[in-house]
Structures are given as structure tokens and as C-alpha cells.
């Protein structure tokens, strides 16, 4: 199994513009979850979501921040604006009910 | 979701035994205590977890004491490896995400 796979591993944007980050989950996982990283703050859950059906997104900053899982396969973090305080490293895990949670290589996001 | 506390470092000399405790006094009986570890610049690792029993499995060993309000991971042979981040979790049975605190700041020493 290839795990979870994020994509880009670096993207370097101008404040202002949109960013969309990609996450494809291991196979037969069904829920999917997104996690930002700083310095200042560690590592914080964004949304997660179950069998595709976004559950919590208490966690998203701001209304600049959306997620989306159109299937099983596949999700996406947008950034719309993004903003030089959304630099960061953001994560994607999957995991299949109870069993351990499964982490991407993460995607480390620069806005200048 | 209970809180954990954890030392922030922790040295351990290579082929020792690397002993992390974690405490959880507010440990509720149907949560677990989970350990994942990050190294640098990678995603958090699973490594094991437990609800009341001792485990072990290919890479540490989880001991949880009998009141269940505190546990200690052990790494048997620490490698130059396995210098990272540890993070002790508790949760619930549920399928929500997991809360990450400090974590220890595990070196081990050549």
C-alpha cells in the first residue's frame, strides 16, 4: 500500500491567490482528516470526515478555508484567499474505525 | 477527550532501553491511550495503543498502570532513529481526530 498521499510536498503562492492541496487516502479507509502544523501552534485538526460526509469542521480558521471529499479516493483543503499567516505544514491522515490513524508526508505551504 | 501531560525532552543513550512516561490522570473507561511519534519533517507515526492492557508489537511496548492514570512507552534498543517528537493521546472509541498536545523531545544519544 503507497499510504495516504498528499499532493504538492511544497507550493510557494502570493498572498491573494487560491490554493487547493490534495489528499488521496489508503484504499478501504473511511475517514479522512486534515491537520495544520506551526511552530506557534502544533499540530491542529481542521475537519475530518466519515465515509465522505464532512462531521467536524470546528477546526477550520476562517471562512477562506473549505474541504471537500466528492468520493472515497480523494479530497481537497482550499485556501480562498490565501493569507502569509496560513504558511504551514498541512497534513492528511485516513484511518478505518478504530484502528491507527495513517499520515501523509504533508504539504508545507508558503504564502509570500 | 482526557489530557495528557508529558515531560517537553528526554535523553537516552543508543541501545538503551528509551522509557517515556505519560501521565492521564482524567482517563475516562472507555478511552485509549494512543502514542504516535514525528520525525522531523515528516508526518506523525503511529507506534501502538492501549485501553487496559500491556501491549507490544514490532516497534515498543505500552505498560499502563493498573488505575490506568498513567502509562509509559517503551522503545527496547533506541537508534539514532528514533530521535523525534513522542505524542501520548488519549481517546474515545469514536472515529473523530486525534488532539495533539507537546509532546516529548525524544534524543538519543551516540
Known amino acids: 500500500d503507497a499510504g495516504v498521499i498528499q499532493s504538492p510536498r511544497h507550493e510557494v503562492t502570493e498572498m491573494g491567490q487560491e490554493v487547493t492541496l490534495r489528499c488521496k487516502p489508503i484504499?478501504?479507509?473511511?475517514?479522512l482528516f486534515w491537520y495544520r502544523q506551526t511552530m506557534m501552534r502544533g499540530l491542529e485538526l481542521l475537519i475530518y470526515?466519515?465515509?465522505?460526509?464532512?462531521?467536524?469542521d470546528s477546526g477550520m480558521p476562517e471562512d477562506r478555508f473549505s474541504a471537500k471529499m466528492p468520493n472515497a479516493s480523494f479530497s481537497t483543503l482550499k485556501i480562498q484567499p490565501s493569507e502569509p499567516r496560513d504558511s504551514a505544514v498541512y497534513f492528511c491522515?485516513?484511518?478505518?474505525?478504530?484502528?491507527?490513524?495513517?499520515f501523509g508526508s504533508g504539504t508545507r505551504l508558503t504564502v509570500v | 477527550d482526557a489530557k495528557t501531560t508529558q515531560p517537553p525532552s528526554m535523553d537516552c543513550a543508543e541501545g538503551r532501553a528509551a522509557n517515556l512516561p505519560c501521565n492521564h490522570s482524567?482517563?475516562?473507561?472507555?478511552?485509549?491511550v494512543y502514542w504516535y511519534r514525528q520525525i522531523h519533517s515528516q508526518g506523525p507515526q503511529y507506534i501502538i495503543h492501549?485501553?487496559?492492557n500491556n501491549e507490544t508489537n514490532e516497534m515498543a511496548s505500552l505498560i499502563i498502570t493498573e488505575d490506568r492514570k498513567s502509562s509509559t512507552l517503551i522503545l527496547p534498543h533506541a537508534t539514532l532513529r528514533d530521535t523525534a517528537v513522542y505524542y501520548c493521546?488519549?481517546?474515545?472509541?469514536?472515529?473523530?481526530?486525534?488532539?495533539f498536545g507537546k509532546g516529548t523531545h525524544l534524543i538519543i544519544q551516540p
Open positions: 491522515a485516513s484511518s478505518l474505525s478504530t484502528s491507527g490513524y495513517t
Open positions: 484504499s478501504g479507509h473511511n475517514s
Open positions: 470526515f466519515n465515509n465522505n460526509v464532512p462531521i467536524d
Open positions: 482524567t482517563i475516562s473507561g472507555n478511552e485509549y
Open positions: 492501549g485501553l487496559k
Open positions: 493521546i488519549v481517546k474515545g472509541g469514536g472515529a473523530d481526530g486525534l488532539t
